[in-house]
């Protein structure tokens, strides 16, 4: 079992950065695959991005790509999301996901998919 916390969320402007955090206890880290959820004001969860077990395959989904990075440092357990050049339309409270997969595998955009979820950071972004 993983137990997720994601961490580094708050208030940031228009064209700022912040970096996400995403801390797995447990010893099978590195048998998962990570995304990235947000859920804005009154939407749908949607789908961020992912990355695979090594971090050698990622993808994004087409309203961050370009501006968010994912990355993983398996030795700490953690997984970064890297946000830059924010926008107030990324404000939403972000999740992240673990995924039993294969060694290159990586889950797709459905929120199905995942095995365990964190409680979520909260991003605001003024304009």
Avoid: H
Avoid at 11 to 18: R, V
Avoid at 33 to 50: D, H
Avoid at 98 to 115: H, M
């Amino acid at each position: 079992q993983v137990q997720l916390v994601e961490s580094g969320g708050g208030l940031a402007q228009a064209g700022g950065s912040l970096r996400l955090s995403c801390t797995a206890s447990g010893r099978t880290f590195d048998r998962y695959a990570i995304g990235w959820f947000r859920q804005p004001p009154g939407k749908e969860r949607e789908f961020v991005g992912a990355i695979s077990r090594s971090g050698g395959r990622k993808y994004y989904a087409d309203s961050v790509k370009g501006r968010f990075t994912i990355s993983r440092d398996n030795a700490k357990n953690t997984v970064n999301l890297q946000m830059n050049m924010l926008k107030p339309e990324d404000t939403a409270v972000y999740y992240c996901a673990a995924a039993l997969t294969a060694v290159l595998g990586l889950p797709g955009r459905d929120r199905s998919e995942y095995d365990y979820w964190g409680q979520g950071t909260q991003v605001t972004v003024s304009s």
